[in-house]
């Protein structure tokens, strides 16, 4: 949602250990996953005034692959394209093989970067473990919400 921000505003920079606590707290405030949150991984967008609005980090996992994860949006900054330059940023420094999971309704957005759906079959053994934790709980609580597993190249 655009409330007069513009990308234009924005900077993007490597993470450092001054962050930590920041990262943290911008993934509780948006409510995604806060496992394996090591600063030393994150780019962040920040604002003209230095303020963190959006965080990213490519994780690798024990069985080799890598997940494009922790895409966190401070609400006022959605729709600008922010998430977009952190992710762009992010394939640019990972190039080659890389996952991601999302809510089913992200797909589309992920699309956009060359990441396509891919089935149980195809999934390192990590994304395996999750998409069945995950699909387990949606049932047993009654939740809609599907998680995607998706991977680019």
């Not at 090591?38 to 967008?45: E, K, P, S, V």
């Not at 965080?55 to 024990?62: E, F, I, L, M, R």
């Not at 991601?100 to 891919?118: A, D, H, N, W």
Request: hydrophobic share 40%; aromatic share 8%.
């Amino acid at each position: 949602m655009d409330r007069g921000h513009s990308s234009e505003e924005i900077s993007l920079r490597p993470a450092t250990q001054a962050d930590a606590a920041t990262i943290r707290q911008l993934i509780a405030q948006v409510n995604i996953s806060p496992l394996s949150l090591d600063w030393r991984r994150f780019i962040l967008a920040v604002d003209q005034d230095g303020k963190v609005i959006d965080s990213g980090q490519v994780k690798p996992h024990a069985d080799g692959s890598s997940e494009l994860a922790s895409i966190a949006v401070l609400p006022e900054w959605r729709g600008v394209g922010v998430a977009r330059a952190i992710i762009q940023s992010m394939l640019e420094q990972h190039p080659g093989r890389i996952h991601l999971t999302c809510r089913s309704e992200l797909g589309p957005m992920y699309q956009k970067f060359g990441f396509r759906t891919i089935q149980k079959g195809e999934m390192p053994p990590y994304f395996r473990r999750i998409s069945r934790m995950v699909n387990l709980f949606s049932r047993l609580f009654g939740r809609a919400e599907r998680l995607l597993v998706m991977r680019r190249y």
